[in-house]
């Protein structure tokens, strides 16, 4: 059904089709299948009566969308409290328009010496959250607000984190 969907708004419009899409189908699914009760009551009702949009950031300037090439990292706080993310993601559909994004970031892992890639719940209005470009440069697709985000010291909760730390590159390609 969701196939037949998609196919009638994309006879009509392929950018509302990516539009709709980027939100329902990475977005909305990813706290859909990893969240937890508190995640999922806190921003699912908005996000599936359509009040609020969200994102999905995984590409990076220099990965593109090789998801095992994250770059963006999360450092935990001495306290224990959450993580700092810093780092960039481009051509992010909905990037500069959602009210949730789902951001991949590289945290330290023991076993690995690259860390490994968790995903985190933001918002916008987070300190750091900055969106350096709202609407990139496309070939095709132009229809869609397809932005370049940045993370500057932005501090997240880690009630924030997505699934299980550590378990990020799991979660993007599950979705």
């Known amino acids: 059904n969701y196939c037949r969907v998609m196919e009638v708004i994309g006879g009509h419009c392929g950018a509302t089709t990516v539009f709709v899409n980027a939100h329902h189908s990475i977005g909305l699914r990813a706290l859909e299948l ?9 921003w699912m009702r908005s996000l599936t009566t359509g009040e609020q949009l969200s994102a999905f950031a995984l590409t990076e300037p220099e990965a593109g969308s090789d998801a095992a090439n994250v770059r963006t990292t999360a450092e935990p706080t001495e306290d224990g409290s959450g993580y700092v993310l810093n780092g960039e993601k481009q051509y992010i559909t909905n990037g500069a328009i959602a009210q949730v994004l789902t951001v991949m970031a590289r945290t330290p892992d023991k076993k690995k010496p690259d860390g490994a890639i968790t995903a985190f719940l933001v918002t916008p209005e987070m300190p750091g959250f900055e969106v350096v470009e709202a609407r990139m440069e ?28 550590g378990k990020g590159l799991k979660l993007a390609l599950t979705v």
């Open 138 to 165: 496309k070939v095709g697709i132009r229809g869609t607000a397809t932005a370049k985000l940045a993370f500057h010291e932005m501090f997240v909760p880690k009630e924030n984190i997505l699934g299980e730390l």
């Open 34 to 42: 990893f969240g937890t009760q508190d995640q999922k009551e806190r």
